[in-house]
C-alpha cells in the first residue's frame, strides 16, 4: 500500500525542476494543497490525490501512471482535477462536480494560487 510520503517522493521528483509564477519550486504549491487537505480532511487518499492534483497536467505521468501506482480512487479523483488542453471550462467544470473530494482538492487549488507573491522594494 502507498502512503501519502511515497505521493510526495513521486511529485517532487516528475516536479523537479519546474518553478510557479514567482520563481519559486512548483513543488511547494502541490505540497500546501496537500496540507490544507491533511489538516482539514486527516484523509490518506485525498492527501495523496492533493498533491498529486497537477502531476499529469504538469508532467509526462498518465492518469495510468497514477492509478496504478496510487490506486483508483486516488486516480480517478486525480483524472477529475485535470484540465486537458482545448477542453472547455464547462465540460471541466461539470466532470469536477462527479465528486466532492474533487471539488474539496480544487478549491485548496484555488485558494494556494490566490496566495500574494513575493513582496517587491518598490
Given amino acids: 500500500m502507498t502512503s501519502v510520503c511515497d505521493a ?3 511529485a517532487t521528483k ?3 525542476g519546474q518553478l510557479d509564477k514567482n520563481g519559486d519550486p512548483y513543488i511547494r504549491h502541490v505540497l500546501r494543497v496537500g496540507e490544507a487537505i491533511w489538516d ?3 484523509d490518506k487518499t485525498l492527501t495523496m490525490a492533493a498533491v498529486l492534483h497537477d502531476i499529469v ?4 505521468v ?3 501512471d497514477v492509478i496504478s501506482k ?5 486516480g480517478f479523483i486525480v483524472s477529475l482535477l485535470t484540465r486537458w488542453p482545448l477542453q472547455p471550462d464547462v465540460d471541466y467544470i461539470d466532470r469536477l462536480t462527479l465528486s466532492a473530494d474533487a471539488i474539496r482538492i480544487k ?3 484555488i485558494h494556494d ?3 500574494p507573491g513575493p513582496m517587491s522594494d518598490e
Fill in 8 to 10: 510526495v517522493t513521486f
Fill in 14 to 16: 516528475h516536479h523537479m
Fill in 40 to 42: 482539514s480532511t486527516k
Fill in 57 to 60: 497536467e504538469d508532467t509526462d
Fill in 62 to 64: 498518465t492518469v495510468d
Fill in 70 to 74: 496510487f490506486g483508483t480512487d486516488v
Fill in 107 to 109: 478549491i485548496a487549488d
Fill in 113 to 115: 494560487n490566490q496566495r
